[in-house]
C-alpha cells in the first residue's frame, strides 16, 4: 500500500509537468514562471538524476529523466529563445 | 557522498518554489501557470506527504509539506481569488 502510494504520487508529480510543457507551447508564453524557480529545479532535477544513478533506483532515474526534459523546455520559451 | 547528492537535490527542488510564489505574490499573476499542473502537482505532493507519513520519512514529510503550502498559494492566485 505504501509503495503504491509512492508510485502514484511520483508518476502524478511527473506527469504533472506535461501540460505545463503543452501550455507554454500553446501560448508560446512563460511570463509568469519564476526564472528562479526554472533554475533551481533544473539543477535540483539534475542532482535527482545523478542521484538516481547512484543508488540505481531506476523509477527515480526515469522520472527525473523526464520531469528534466520538461523544464528544458519550459526554459527555452522562458529564456526567449523561441521569439 | 550519495546521500549527500539525494540532499541537496531535495533541498533546491523544494526551494525552488519560493522564488516562484513570490514572483506569483509580487505580479498577482499566475496565467501562464498550467492548471492541470498545478492540481496534478497539489495531488502528487499530497500523496508524497502521506508516503512520507507512511514510511515515517522526516525529510520527505518536510520537503512536501512546504512544496505543498507553496502550491496552495500559487493555486490561490491562479484559480482568481486574488482578484
Known sequence: MGELIGSLAAVLTTCAFFPQVLKCVKTKSAEDLSAAWLLMMGFGIFLWVVYGLW????????????????LIVLMYYKFGMAR
Open 55 to 70: 543508488i540505481a533506483s531506476f523509477p527515480i532515474l526515469l522520472s527525473n529523466i523526464v520531469i528534466f526534459v520538461c
